[in-house]
């Protein structure tokens, strides 16, 4: 069954840019009509959707963070990528990668992967 | 993009039912039939438990089940187990602007 799993660096300094990857196993990624997207989520608090990227490249953003999220895809090597850039300790969170179908419906997660924003 | 309003907390004893509303707006939970319910144990992801509003993937047991009325949905958990505390979110798409917006989160305790 298809899995996903992020990585990348669990501390960042204020004003650099977050880089995160999401890797997809047990099938491919462009397989079937599926948009794939990352959702944060800071300690004790709620979920909040960051983004979303088609297999074409397509994309699009929570107008809150549209101006410091790009999100890429590598159908090669089945991964998707999102870069924040001049963090603070506000995006201090769990991000989260996770496919969403047709309908609307987030139904694979990645474990999530801790971003402490902190100098 | 306002987050979509739930209880903070719900609770009940095991065998018991417990229903968690969701209230949005014209324009997320009352414009489309794409709510979806997220279950959360502590330090794990969200699992998938009701999409477009009452349908349950495979796996999710039969007392869990969705509903909408206006702009408000709701999950009811019946025959309440220990294994179904946790956090509970809902979502909902949100049209070609905002597309996906989530619950603020309801706690679910078995007494």
Known sequence: ?????????????????????????????????????????????????????????????????????????????????????????ADTAVYFCARITTRAAFDIWGQGTVVTVSS | QSALTQPPSASGSPGQSVTISCTGT?????GYNYVSWYQQHPGKAPKLMIYEVSKRPSGVPDRFSGSKSGNTASLTVSGLQAEDEADYYCSSYAGNNNFYVFGTGTKVTVL
């Open chain 1, 1 to 89: 069954q298809v899995q996903l799993q992020e990585s990348g660096p669990g501390l960042v300094k204020p004003s650099q840019t977050l880089s995160l990857t999401c890797t997809v196993s047990g099938g491919s990624i462009s397989s079937g009509s599926y948009y794939w997207s990352w959702i944060r989520q800071p300690a004790g608090k709620g979920l909040e959707w960051i983004g979303r990227i088609y297999t074409s490249g397509s994309t699009n953003y929570n107008s809150s963070l549209r101006s410091r999220v790009t999100m890429s895809v590598d159908t090669s090597k089945n991964q998707v990528s999102l870069e924040l850039t001049s963090v603070t300790p």
């Open chain 2, 26 to 30: 014209s324009s997320d939970v009352g």
